[in-house]
């Protein structure tokens, strides 16, 4: 039997922001909705990349596209109440990024949920959207949340 890896902590994320839980974001036995783990997950790391670059990801002509995401939940996430969302980088190949985004409550150390991401860079200007290496720009923004 293969054990489980412990819980993250705040201490392996380098860059945050915050969000509030809504109403609508809890399903009906008051669990916030999966589907708003993986909201939160594109929100935050878009956030890092738009205060590291100093604008919009949408307008370089090499954008991020999620070839794979998952959550892994430890710990309830309450109603009205804010997350801390901590954003780190595994991994920066060629063409993709993979990314871990940490879910907080209160003055937890130890997280209620852990998202993972892979992001693959593909030419917004060809209709294919071929691969194409990072942009130097989004390159240098997450070689510094490498943890």
Do not use: K
């Not at 935050?44 to 990801?57: R, T």
């Not at 901590?86 to 990314?99: C, F, K, L, N, P």
């Amino acid at each position: 039997m293969s054990e489980r890896p412990p819980r993250p902590t705040r201490a392996g994320y380098g860059f945050w922001t915050t969000a509030t839980t809504r109403w609508a974001d809890m399903d009906g036995f008051g669990h916030m909705n999966n589907a708003r783990y993986f909201e939160l997950i594109d929100t935050a790391i878009d956030l890092h990349l738009q205060e590291a670059i100093g604008g919009a990801v949408d307008t370089l002509d090499q954008i991020g596209l999620f070839a794979e995401v998952a959550c892994r939940y430890f710990a309830e996430v309450g109603y009205p109440r804010p997350i801390d969302l901590g954003v780190a980088v595994d991994h920066v190949g060629r063409t993709s990024i993979s990314y871990r985004v940490g879910f907080f409550q209160g003055d937890a150390d130890a997280a209620a949920a852990e998202g993972r991401a892979v992001m693959v860079y593909v030419d917004n200007t060809d209709p294919a959207r071929p691969p194409t290496p990072l942009p130097a720009v989004v390159r240098a923004a997450v070689e510094a949340l490498r943890r």
